[in-house]
Each structure stands twice: as C-alpha cells, then as structure tokens.
C-alpha cells in the first residue's frame, strides 16, 4: 500500500451519503449525538451531547466564540428600473461601506441605486461604488447610523448551500451566547450548547471564555488545488480579549485542559499563539492555515461537527487528532448514520 500524500486534498475524501446532511436543527439544542474520541488511542464511544459535562473536568476551561450571524441575505430593488437583485454582505470595508455578492450580476452595475426593505417602515437605501475584479460589488449604504438594527428587520440568515430547506426559527443559526454582529455564517459547533447546559458546566467548575472571530463565507469556499500547500485561505477579522488571555493563562498554570468549541476558536488561539509564542490580549485578522504537521501551541481538546470532505475544517481536525485517527472516525460516522454539517451531531476529541 503506497503512503498517503497529506499534501493532497483528495487524501481528506470520504464518501457521505446526501441523506446524512442535516436539513434542520434537532429539538432541543443539546439532544445532538456526541462522538467521543480518544486523540491518544482513536478509541471512539458514543453518547448525547447534553452530556459533554462528564468529559470536562473542574479547572477545564471552554472558549467560545461569541460571533453573531448576520441577516446578511437582502433583496434590493433598483429605485430607476425596479429591478430586483439579491444581495449577500460579505465583509464591512468601513461605516457603511460592504463587500457583496450579488445575482444577477447584469443589473447590478456601477451607479445604480437600490432600495432595500418596505419604504414605509424600515428601509435601507445603497449605490453600488465599485466592481471588483472576482466580480464582487462594493456598496454604500445611506443610513450608516441605524443599518445594523434594520438589517436586523430586514435581512435573511445566509444559510450553507447545502441546507436546501426553509429554517423556519431564524434564532437556530445563532449560538445562545452569539454577542457581536459580524458573521456570515454560525460557528456551528456551539449550536449544541443550551443556557442550562452553560450553567451546569460552570456549576462543576468549568471556566467559560469568549473569542470573537467573524466567519466569512469562505468558510465554505473548496480547496481548488489538489496540492493543498497552494490554498490560500480567506482573512477573518478576530478579538481576543484581556479577560479570555487570564482565563486562558491561569487554566495553563493550574494543569487544566483548553478546550476549544469550533475550529474558529481553535484558529483564534493558535492565531495569537504563532504570533506571540504566548496567549495575549490581541485584535486582528487571522488567515492560520492548520493541517497535517502542525504543532498546537494551546488547545487540549476540540468540540466540533463533521465537516465537508476535502475541507481545510477536516485538515484541521485531522492535524489536532493524528490522519488516521480522524478518517476512521469519521467512517464510524457515516456507518453509524450521525448527521453531518452546519446543523448535524459533534464530536469532543480529548
């Protein structure tokens, strides 16, 4: 058998069925399945995750991210032409000024004007300033002061491509401690987590903190080269606080165990790990790459869902918890019918 290339992106292919994509979130929250993996031996048992609290030890401490989605999906409709036009915010280039995707792009040229919501309640009024070489539109929006609290009215949550049906409870694309507005799309691993749940796993003394990371869309951009060391990964704006750094700081001091919820937090601590060879208070953008060879400067453990094949997600759970480890859990997966993706069960790799 010729040795596997963790270079290649097809090395991280694994083959799912498209009835095991979840379509929508289970009832309640915490009622998901929990694949339970030992990173050391690969031993895999498997539970309910409104029992993540028996694999978390007092002076452990969990670190979230606090990103909320925004309603990022609006339909614009052009004030000369009455043409409607969707627009997808991908990032704030300053007060007012977005980064869009926008269909049909035909009618979305330099100059137009849209109008966005119903004019005789909550509206929003944008020109679009700029067309980017990848296509992409910059627009400028009029009321700068109240645009995040009409979007908030007026926008849609961006759902992944691959959920096809209505969420019909815009509020389950956001983690129950989701605090600031910026992402455009949930760090999904936290969607597990109920506000009881919080505080039994406190309750036991489990410290609890909080990361900000934006997730941009390219979250679900695909690995293009075959040759992963090509990849370019997407920028994604970052804080992590004094508070977190403490928190963080004393768990490593006292032999407690970091454990990251979602790779976006895990990309945070490493991010800040690479940058200062310590956990410190920092705010920034991180374009962290982790694959196969990488050494974890911070994180112990790794709560997470199961990702698409050939994903940088899945190159990082595969750097964290050794290749083979992670291809095999992710066969028990598909064998054992776990839901996979944005609202599918978790895994906690310890």
């Avoid at 992409?136 to 929006?141: H, L, Q, V």
């Avoid at 609290?149 to 019909?168: F, N, T």
């Avoid at 991180?286 to 190159?315: A, C, R």
């Amino acid at each position: 058998m010729s040795e596997i290339d963790l270079n290649k992106r097809s090395s991280f292919y694994y083959d799912l069925p498209e009835e095991l994509i979840a379509q929508k979130p289970i009832e309640p929250r915490d009622a998901s399945r929990l694949m339970v993996i030992d990173k050391i031996t690969g031993n895999i048992n498997h539970d309910k995750f409104y029992n993540i609290i028996d694999y978390l030890n007092s002076g452990d401490c969990l670190v979230l991210n606090n990103s909320k989605v925004l309603p990022a999906r609006i339909y614009g409709v052009n004030i000369s032409t009455g043409a409607v036009v969707e627009f997808l915010l991908l990032k704030q280039k300053e007060s007012g000024i977005w980064e869009t995707l926008v269909k049909p792009g035909k009618k979305a040229k330099t100059g137009f004007k849209f109008m966005f919501g119903d004019k005789t309640k909550d509206f929003l009024e944008a020109e679009i300033i700029d067309i980017l070489p990848d296509g992409n539109r910059i627009i400028e929006f009029k009321d700068k002061i109240n645009f995040f609290s009409k979007l908030e009215k007026i926008g849609q949550m961006p759902l992944p491509p691959y959920i096809k049906e209505k969420l019909l409870n815009q509020s389950r694309y956001q983690t129950v401690y989701a605090k600031d507005l910026g992402s455009a799309a949930a760090p999904t691993a936290g969607l597990h987590f109920t506000t009881d749940l919080l505080k039994k796993i406190r309750k036991k003394g489990v410290k609890i903190a909080f990361v900000t990371l934006h997730v941009g869309l390219g979250t679900f951009r695909p690995v293009k080269d075959d040759d992963i060391t090509n990849h370019k990964m997407h920028s994604e704006y970052f804080v992590l606080p004094q508070e977190t750094a403490d928190l963080i700081n004393e768990t490593k001091k006292n032999g407690g165990k970091i454990i990251s919820v979602g790779t976006t937090s895990c990309r945070v601590l490493e991010s800040v790990y690479q940058k200062f060879q310590k956990i410190a208070p920092y705010e920034g953008q991180t374009d962290i790459f982790i694959k196969p060879g990488y050494k974890f400067g911070v994180i112990d453990g790794l709560i997470t869902n199961f990702h698409l094949p050939e994903s940088t997600l899945i190159m990082l759970v595969s750097a964290f918890a050794g290749y083979e480890n992670t291809m095999n859990f992710y066969k028990v997966a598909v064998e054992n019918k776990y839901r996979f993706f944005s609202f599918g069960d978790a895994m906690i790799i310890i």
